[in-house]
């Protein structure tokens, strides 16, 4: 479903991606790991085309990702969640997640502007498929409440919500359960293996909680430095020496 070969990203000096390569099979739940500043939200920015890539390709479903435009990406099945939480925090429950949704509807700006059928259509679509994933992630008791104030726990979920309405095929997760007690952290994990089935959706999952990494993904991969150190099932990179060395003293 995804290729990426040798892709390299720069920023001045700094070479936040170095030559980087692996590719994700349809409904595979990937890992990305590395210490900080690995490169590891580069990738999912260039992912989701907010940065350029300086070289390589990426090929996703059989197209030139690195060819289709920022706005064109949701369109394309690809959704993404934020390491710091990209909601409005005056925003309801509700329209945080609507929000989504309409980011990635069909309808043009001039079709929506003069409120055509078809987008009324979509509109319903849209907000019926919300309610849905609401419903789904136990978040309906909260869909009124503001953003704002709601415990962290509660906010991961909504962030997920917002990410899942539009039907994604692939989904980004960045960090999805930093910040998250123990209890938490198991219980998102059992969501999200639910979700992937019920929704039928690829993740690949950046995260630096390894107990989470380890225990959710099928197949990971760690950068360092901008560079693929390695690749393969948890066990593997478990006992792998280069990635024990990068992450120098941190259990792995
Ligand atoms: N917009 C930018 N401008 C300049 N440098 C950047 C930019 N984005 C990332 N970098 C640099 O690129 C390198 C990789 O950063 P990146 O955020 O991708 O790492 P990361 O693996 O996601 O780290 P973390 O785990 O801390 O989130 C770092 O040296 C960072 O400072």
Redesign the pocket.
Known sequence: MLEVHDLS?R??G?T??DGVGFSVRRGEMVGLI????????????CLTRR?DADAGTVQYEGENLLAVPPHGIAAMGIARTF?NLGLFPHMSVRDNVLVGAHHRGEAGFLTAALRLPRVRREEARLRAETEAVLERLALTGVAEHPAAGLPFGTLKRVELARALVGGPKLLLL??PVNGLNSGEVEEFSGTLRAIRQEFDVTMVV?E?HMGFVMGICERIVC?NF?RKIAEGPPAEIQRDPGVMQAYLGTAV
């Open positions: 990203v920023f001045g700094i936040a991606l590395g210490p900080n500043g690995a490169g590891k939200t580069t990738l999912f920015n940065y390491q960045d960090e950046v630096h950068l901008g």
